[in-house]
């Protein structure tokens, strides 16, 4: 006889995680229920759990890399079914309705929870979830590897896609940690030329193994002027969290490069005018993708091989590895077993 509860980590305040039974519902219509099987831990989750959110007092479920079997659908889902495996990433499905959802933006969606930031996300048993959210995670890619990809993965992979740069051309990522080491691997394998830019020698060799043609030590080298020895990067992803980084960069671009930023710091990203102007080079954000590309992104790292480099801890274990997490300790990406 299935549980009518299920056990979730709940967020309240800052940095208080606290295991609860909650009540089993049927899915809202337009949604669907996940029974749980994997959840990444990513540095965004600090939202929920460090209180930056507009009321931290209101109790929230954290984790948006979320792998899981659909158990239940509610009305007017047609599209799934009870038995499928599926994924749910940071935006937690597009309404349809508004004007960038009108106009094919759904990632700007205007009606679109944050999973675990503004709904519940995945350090839980349960998880509820808009139909339009929903990725189809392929055979051949196993839960503990796919739940990475949904966020790290799919925003690296969208800030490469959408840059300007040419098979062959020159492409460099700035921070070899959970975003990085998935973006070396998804531009060695769209064919670029790829430099790897991190602090220190250690980990250039494995920055090697995962697709870098180059590395550039920032710590006893200015990035853009080595970058600029190199001909000049079509576009440079930033993944590191600091702005102070990132300020060197821009001189490393080509001509027209782009400067793709996908790392949140807390200090502001500073940049010359005329490093801008010369040489027409421009500096973007970039926020994850929709659910179709999450799927795109998917088939991509099963054909290629891609996959994060994870620490899998027992669901029970949460706290310990948002923890590990935040120290930036972990190789790199921490993952929650919620079947073990």
């Known amino acids: 006889m299935q549980s009518s509860t299920y056990r979730a980590f709940e967020a309240t305040g800052v940095h208080n995680l606290r295991l609860v039974e909650r009540e089993l519902v049927a899915p809202a219509p337009g949604h ?9 831990v990513c540095h965004t989750d600090v939202l929920a759990v460090e ?5 931290p007092s209101k109790p929230v479920v954290p984790g948006h890399e979320v792998v899981g079997v659909i158990d239940a659908v509610g009305d007017g889902v047609t599209a799934w079914q009870p038995g499928e495996r599926v994924g749910v990433g940071f935006l937690n499905g597009q ?6 959802c ?31 959210g929903l990725v189809r995670i392929p055979h051949g890619l196993s839960a503990v590897d796919a739940a990475p990809l949904l966020c790290a993965g799919l925003t690296t992979f969208m800030a490469l896609q959408h840059g300007p740069a040419r098979a062959g051309s020159l492409v460099a990522v700035q921070g070899i940690g959970g975003l990085g080491h998935l973006a070396l691997q998804y531009a060695r394998s769209l064919g670029y030329r790829v430099a790897a830019v991190a602090r220190g020698k250690e980990k250039e060799a494995f920055a090697r193994e995962l697709g870098a043609d180059e590395y550039i030590n920032s710590s006893d080298t200015d990035p853009g002027v080595a970058l600029s020895a190199l001909g000049g990067a079509s576009v440079i992803v930033a993944t590191a969290s600091s702005g102070a980084s990132m300020n060197p960069l821009v001189g490393g671009l080509a001509p027209g490069g782009r400067l793709v930023v996908v790392g949140a710091a807390p200090d502001p990203l500073t940049v010359s005018t005329p490093d801008l102007i010369f040489g027409t080079r421009s500096i973007v954000g970039r926020l994850t993708g929709s659910s179709i590309e999450n799927e795109d992104n ?41 079947t073990a």
């Open 32 to 40: 669907v229920r996940l029974r749980v099987e994997t959840c990444g």
């Open 51 to 55: 209180g930056l959110r507009p009321d």
């Open 95 to 100: 309404c349809g309705e508004c004007e960038p």
């Open 102 to 132: 009108r106009r094919g933006d759904f990632v700007n969606c205007r009606d679109q929870h944050q999973t675990g930031t503004t709904t519940d996300g995945g350090y839980a048993e349960v998880v509820y979830a808009r139909a339009s």
């Open 298 to 338: 998917l088939a991509f790292s099963l054909a290629h091989d891609i996959r994060p480099s994870v620490e899998v801890l027992p669901f029970s274990r949460a706290l310990e590895g948002y923890e590990r997490m935040l120290s930036g300790e972990a190789r790199f990406r921490v993952v929650l077993d919620v």
